[in-house]
T-cell receptor
Framework: GENVEQHPSTLSVQEGDSAVIKCTYS??????FPWYKQELGKRPQLIID?????GEKKDQRIAVTLNKTAKHFSLHITETQPEDSAVYFC??????????FGSGTRLSIRP | GAGVSQSPSNKVTEKGKDVELRCDPI?????LYWYRQSLGQGLEFLIY????????KSGLPSDRFSAERTGGSVSTLTIQRTQQEDSAVYLC????????????FGAGTRLSVL
């Protein structure tokens, strides 16, 4: 079945620097790739998503890139701020329309 | 409703008792998911309902866990003979595959088994 792998599991960056989280997926028919942010004690919330017909999407300081050939996609956060500290989950929609999540990345922003 | 609603928000039970957790998805959403999240851990997939298709139960950890979705709307997750390791936050999410695909999560039910 579909599998989504996410790296790294933890990431610490200096405030103002960039953070990159990478994911790979196994189902070549996957066509939708969302990213969720979960703050401590809160529910996961969508921050950005991309479909398989585009290679990159940007929304202010966050961007997602997709490489369909290699079956990997990445989240890029620029000019990181303390409020970016959270757990980030990537996901992929399988051919069965099921959303499969990665294992999560705990991002810490050092002041 | 405005979003995915889960009840109760907190549940404390004794080991060996049965519990029922409820999820009210966003109206019209055909897909509904249950996840389990232990403290500091990721989203453990439990079960997936999509329209009238047979549910994907591949994530249920044991036969003590079951779920149903009545009338394509409300879902109930039942845990029988609860164990201490069942303590976690149980999250429900719904979506409309093929239309928006975005999953909206409920606030979760925090289950504590004493």
């Amino acid at each position: 079945g579909e599998n989504v792998e996410q790296h790294p599991s933890t990431l610490s960056v200096q405030e103002g620097d960039s953070a990159v989280i990478k994911c790979t997926y196994s189902d070549s028919a996957s066509n939708y790739f969302p990213w969720y942010k979960q703050e401590l004690g809160k529910r996961p919330q969508l921050i950005i998503d991309i479909r398989s017909n585009v290679g990159e999407k940007k929304d202010q300081r966050i961007a997602v890139t997709l490489n369909k050939t290699a079956k990997h996609f990445s989240l890029h956060i620029t000019e990181t701020q303390p409020e970016d500290s959270a757990v980030y989950f990537c996901a992929a929609k399988s051919s069965a329309s099921k959303i499969i999540f990665g294992s999560g990345t705990r991002l810490s922003i050092r002041p | 409703g405005a979003g995915v609603s889960q009840s109760p928000s907190n549940k404390v039970t004794e080991k060996g008792k049965d519990v029922e957790l409820r999820c009210d998805p966003i109206s019209g959403h055909t897909a509904l998911y249950w996840y389990r999240q232990s403290l500091g851990q990721g989203l453990e997939f439990l079960i997936y309902f999509q329209g009238n298709s047979a549910p994907d139960k591949s994530g249920l950890p044991s036969d003590r866990f079951s779920a149903e979705r009545t009338g394509g709307s409300v879902s109930t997750l039942t845990i029988q003979r609860t164990q201490q390791e069942d303590s976690a936050v149980y999250l429900c999410a719904s979506s409309f595959p093929g239309i928006t695909d975005i999953q909206y999560f409920g606030a979760g039910t925090r289950l504590s088994v004493l």
